[in-house]
């Protein structure tokens, strides 16, 4: 049996949060190769998340950890991972967004996954896993390759019924093996709200181990960003377009720029002057950004 804490952040969304657990909990009653504690923290929600999950999940080895609103994504998700580390006894953990219902097929492509890396490599790796819109069946999120280290233009690996290789991944259903835990720790402090994620898989792939696509769709997630982000703020004071490129829930330009530092020092220039040409010219730099997603 393989042990697996499920590691969450929460802030609000109960619907969502209850329908994520009620996924993981009922499937977890259905197979019996694997075992699985969640760590949830609710980072200040104002919707009695943690007394409704309480009352509602009571029977289920469900960790509810409280936090006041200011760690975002990132913050929780190590606050998450610390404890069920603390508690021990994982095999590995997996990384879940809220708003991610998992399919029944997850947990048994994540052990013939950790077999195939165990058989090819020689060692436990990271498994990505893909989600798709519940609506129209289109790709959201998973792994990907960067086709360019100057644009960071990237390339998704779609499910194709083969393990696949890739570089870098989304968080909202991605497997971290204890054995890559043991060398690389876990998510970076310094993140605020997002961009962890890419970071730790970025990193992990730098240190040689793998980072495997699992073979099939193994969740379901809308896509909440927006494909062309900018056209409100171009509608935006100039105040106020400063005040978002700074935001953990804007551009988060302090995020932006540790990444380069850690995993691509030398765009490190070009985007922090990216970041304020952004601001002071929004046209501009709108068709600078089209122009390099296009190469």
Known sequence: MRHIA????????????????????????????????????????????????????????????????????????????????????????????NDTIVLPNLWKELQEADQYSKKQFGKSGIYVGSTKDPSTGQFTYGGFDFTSKWTLKDKFLHPDGSF??????????????????????????????GGGDHDYTYLAYKAGFPLIVLKEYVGTCENDHKQDGYADFLSMSLKQRIKYLNSPLGFNLHNTLLFQKRCFPHRYPFVWIMGYLKVFFPKNYLKIYRLCRKQ
């Not at 870098?168 to 835990?181: D, L, M, Q, R």
Request: net charge negative.
């Open 164 to 193: 696949q290789l890739c570089q870098c991944a989304h968080g909202n259903v991605t497997y971290i093996s204890h054995e890559v835990v043991e060398k690389m720790g876990i998510l970076c402090e310094q993140y605020q709200h």
């Open 6 to 97: 499920v590691i969450l952040t929460v802030h609000n969304r109960l619907d969502k949060t209850v329908a994520c657990l009620n996924a993981v909990f009922s499937q977890r009653e259905k197979y019996s190769f694997f075992n699985v504690d969640v760590f949830l923290t609710d980072d200040g929600s104002t919707d009695d998340t943690s007394k409704i999950l309480r009352n509602r999940f009571s029977a289920k080895p469900l960790h509810i950890l409280s936090a006041g609103g200011n760690l975002f994504w990132n913050g929780g998700m190590i606050l998450s991972w610390k404890t069920a580390i603390e508690h021990g006894g994982y095999d590995g953990y997996l990384w879940l967004n």
